[in-house]
């Protein structure tokens, strides 16, 4: 999908440059083309992106992301870090308790996802679905110690391994990547 938007996008320019050649001054037809190619191209772009997210690869896709984004980068690295560092993984002041608790809004997205990955037809999506099975528990089970027991800042004695949770979520966004190859 990343390809199709670039191609969109020189089609988009090619056509300005083209249609760039009669009229009013050529820089300003040239400005005003591309200013239509580049339109035209996020337009032809953003329906392909729209019409991908209403199939089950986008659907993964999003799944996916939200893995990367809401459960990794805004919550397990960070705590991961806090631990180790007494900071977020960027080096920041952290407080682990706000932290924990938006953590604990996206993993209360978690469950229309464990349902909408277990409604997926097994012939063609058995990969993935075999991978969210070890990967949902995994993302439980690194939350809910959360609850029990919020860590302290650089506590060696805390032991919070995400190496599971790593495995599996990049598994699982290969199995991703090959629906959409």
């Known amino acids: 999908m990343k390809y199709r938007k670039w191609n969109l996008l020189g089609v988009g320019l090619l056509s300005a440059a083209v249609l760039a050649g009669c009229g009013e001054s050529k820089e300003e037809q040239a400005r005003k083309a591309i200013a239509e190619g580049f339109s035209s191209a996020f337009a032809a772009a953003e329906a392909s992106a729209s019409a991908m997210a209403n199939t089950p ?40 308790d706000f932290t924990i608790e938006r953590l604990g809004q996206a993993v209360s997205k978690k469950a229309a996802y464990d349902s909408y990955v277990q409604g997926l037809d097994d012939s063609k999506y058995a990969a993935a679905k075999q991978t969210w099975l070890k990967l949902s528990p995994e993302i439980d089970r690194l939350y809910n110690q959360l609850k029990e027991k919020a860590p302290a800042a650089n506590d060696a004695s805390y032991s919070f391994d995400t190496g599971l949770y790593k495995q599996y979520s990049e598994a699982f966004t290969e199995e991703v990547e090959k629906l959409n190859n």
């Not at 984004?69 to 690295?77: H, P, T």
């Open 57 to 96: 690869e986008g659907k993964l896709n999003e799944i996916d992301s939200y893995l990367t984004s809401e459960l990794w980068n805004d919550g397990f690295v960070d705590v991961s870090w806090y631990i180790s560092s007494g900071t977020s993984s960027t080096g920041d002041t952290m407080d682990i």
